[in-house]
T-cell receptor
Framework: DAGVIQSPRHEVTEMGQEVTLRCKLI?????LFWYRQTMMRGLELLIY????????DSGMPEDRFSAKMPNASFSTLKIQPSEPRDSAVYFC?????????????FGPGTRLTVL | KNEVEQSPQNLTAQEGEFITINCSYS?????LHWLQQHPGGGIVSLFM???GKKKHGRLIATINIQEKHSSLHITASHPRDSAVYIC????????????????FGKGTKLSVKP
């Protein structure tokens, strides 16, 4: 299994541009988590889905951020418009959940720089 | 006060030393993760445990649910163990947030010198 796949690995963009981050879950997993890591705040949960349904989006900073799961194995995190304070490493993780939440497997992350 | 506290924040050890990293939490949990993040940035899950002790190679993780405390031990440490070790708890039934929510500690940066 290739593990959790994220793209792009690095993204540099200018303030005001739209940014789309992508994540492919491990085959057979049904929970998907988006995290953000910064020096100041460490790792924070942004949103997570279970069986394609958003369960908790309380960590999404503001309306500029949106996340979707168009199918069971793929998710996007979109920032529109982007701002310099969005610069961070964005991780997605997947797990198999069946009543009980199990171990999460992390993708390699996308390093986003907004100039 | 953070819901998940780790100590120490930074740790420097000589190769071969026994290392302990501590994690205390204040919320009800269903499980606890120990994660390893290497200088390249990738995050690897080392352990997920909800009681007792788990061992994998030179790594041992313990948890005391009553005391809300977990430790990660590394025996015979090696320079390749140098990384940031992160404790993360999974909110349980009594946690105010949703049950799948991982709450992270700030991490312990370990440096093992040859």
């Amino acid at each position: 299994d290739a593990g959790v796949i994220q793209s792009p690995r690095h993204e540099v963009t200018e303030m005001g541009q739209e940014v789309t981050l992508r994540c492919k879950l491990i085959s057979g997993h049904n929970s998907l988590f988006w995290y953000r890591q910064t020096m100041m705040r460490g790792l924070e949960l942004l949103i997570y889905f279970n069986n394609n349904v958003p369960i908790d989006d309380s960590g999404m900073p503001e309306d500029r951020f949106s996340a979707k799961m168009p199918n069971a194995s793929f998710s996007t995190l979109k920032i529109q418009p982007s701002e310099p304070r969005d610069s961070a490493v964005y991780f997605c993780a997947s797990s198999f959940t069946s009543g009980v939440y199990n171990e999460q497997f992390f993708g390699p992350g996308t390093r986003l720089t907004v100039l | 006060k953070n819901e998940v506290e780790q100590s120490p924040q930074n740790l420097t050890a000589q190769e071969g030393e026994f290392i302990t990293i501590n994690c205390s939490y204040s919320v009800g949990i269903s499980a606890l993760h120990w994660l390893q993040q290497h200088p390249g940035g990738g995050i690897v899950s080392l352990f997920m445990l909800s009681s007792g002790k788990k061992k994998h190679g030179r790594l041992i993780a313990t948890i005391n649910i009553q005391e809300k405390h977990s430790s990660l031990h590394i025996t015979a440490s090696h320079p390749r163990d140098s990384a940031v070790y992160i404790c993360a708890v999974l909110g349980g039934m009594n946690y105010g947030g949703s049950q799948g929510n991982l709450i992270f500690g700030k991490g312990t940066k370990l440096s093992v010198k040859p």
